[in-house]
T-cell receptor
Framework: NAGVTQTPKFQVLKTGQSMTLQCAQD?????MSWYRQDPGMGLRLIHY???????DQGEVPNGYNVSRSTTEDFPLRLLSAAPSQTSVYFC???????????FGSGTRLTVV | AQTVTQSQPEMSVQEAETVTLSCTYD???????LFWYKQPPSRQMILVIR??????QNATENRFSVNFQKAAKSFSLKISDSQLGDAAMYFC?????????FGAGTRLTVKP
């Protein structure tokens, strides 16, 4: 049982480049979310999904796109990377209700 | 959406002593859930304890317990018999049936 798998673990991008952060879970969780973690700011919600075909914006959605074509996968796309998107990105999943999220191990992204 | 405030950026405790981390939250939802997560230097997010808002009884998990004051929208974490391995960032979170929001975190140092 792999849990939540994020790839890659580290990435360096040049300003203006695009890329996709991958997230997959094998627990049949309905809920999936993307967070970014910056020093002193905790985890901020980027986008979330309550099921396949359903996505919604969180606190800081600008510059990011998501889609949820299957229950298992929830990729995060950076359309045109900016230095302000340098951060650690976490994907998380959960069943609805009081179960708490299971987190992936994170992706450290640096935009130069 | 929820907002979560952790007013203590850093806390310190002597090994074997007790420490309390503070958290306040705000939400317009009547059905919501509260969590404490631990993030050690490995960066992995670990669920410590969870509480359903409709339950009056405070949750307890071994050395970890909460003081949930619903009217005051307060959800503090008490760590008893602190151990060196408890040193980490601790995040308070509040979720409803759509998404979960985090506080900025408290860095806990445990002194031997």
């Amino acid at each position: 049982n792999a849990g939540v798998t994020q790839t890659p673990k580290f990435q360096v991008l040049k300003t203006g480049q695009s890329m996709t952060l991958q997230c997959a879970q094998d627990m049949n969780h309905e809920y999936m979310s993307w967070y970014r973690q910056d020093p002193g700011m905790g985890l901020r919600l980027i986008h979330y999904s309550v099921g396949a075909g359903i996505t919604d914006q969180g606190e800081v959605p600008n510059g990011y796109n998501v889609s949820r074509s299957t229950t298992e996968d929830f990729p995060l796309r950076l359309l045109s990377a900016a230095p302000s998107q340098t951060s650690v990105y976490f994907c998380a999943s959960s069943f609805p209700g009081n179960y708490g999220y299971t987190f992936g191990s994170g992706t450290r992204l640096t935009v130069v | 959406a929820q907002t979560v405030t952790q007013s203590q950026p850093e806390m310190s405790v002597q090994e074997a002593e007790t420490v309390t981390l503070s958290c306040t939250y705000d939400t317009s939802e009547s059905d919501y859930y509260l969590f404490w997560y631990k993030q050690p230097p490995s960066r992995q997010m670990i669920l410590v304890i969870r509480q359903e808002a409709y339950k009056q009884q405070n949750a307890t998990e071994n050395r970890f317990s909460v003081n949930f004051q619903k009217a005051a929208k307060s959800f503090s974490l008490k760590i008893s018999d602190s151990q060196l391995g408890d040193a980490a960032m601790y995040f308070c979170a509040c979720g409803d049936n759509n998404d979960m929001r985090f506080g900025a975190g408290t860095r806990l140092t445990v002194k031997p």
